[in-house]
C-alpha cells in the first residue's frame, strides 16, 4: 500500500507539493477518478469511462490519504477535470461523461 499511497498524494494537485524549480517526474493527466477499493460503483465507474471513450485519466484511492478520505469519502467514484476543479459525482452514464468533457471552462482573465 505504501506505493499507492505515494501515488495517490503525487497524483491529487490538492495534495502534491514539489521543491520550486523541479519538474514534475510524473505529469498528471487531466482527469482523475477518485475511488475505494472493493467499491462495485466504482468498478461501474470504470466501464462508464471506456463507453463514453474517456481520454486518459489517473485513478487515485481515497482509502490512503486522510485528506482525500474526507473529501471524497462518502462521495465516491468522482470524475473531476484537474485543470479546472470541476468534479461529476456518481451516478453517471457515458452520455453524462461525454458532456462533462466537452465544456471547456475559459481562465478567468
Known amino acids: 500500500m ?3 499511497l505515494f501515488y495517490a498524494r ?3 494537485p ?15 493527466a487531466d482527469l482523475i477518478l477518485y475511488q475505494r477499493d472493493y467499491c462495485h460503483l466504482c468498478d ?3 466501464a462508464v469511462m471506456a463507453e463514453a ?5 489517473d485513478s487515485v ?11 471524497y469519502g462518502t462521495r ?5 477535470d484537474a485543470r479546472n476543479g470541476r468534479e461529476l459525482d456518481w451516478p453517471f452514464d457515458a452520455a453524462a ?6 465544456i471547456k471552462i475559459s481562465p478567468m482573465l
Open 2 to 4: 505504501g506505493n499507492r
Open 97 to 102: 461523461v461525454r458532456a462533462f468533457l466537452a
Open 14 to 28: 490538492a495534495v502534491r507539493t514539489l521543491p520550486s524549480g523541479f519538474p514534475d517526474p510524473f505529469p498528471m
Open 53 to 57: 471513450r474517456a481520454p486518459d485519466f
Open 44 to 46: 461501474q465507474a470504470l
Open 76 to 80: 465516491v467514484p468522482v470524475l473531476r
Open 61 to 71: 484511492w481515497v482509502d490512503d490519504a486522510q485528506e482525500l478520505e474526507e473529501r
Open 10 to 12: 503525487s497524483c491529487d
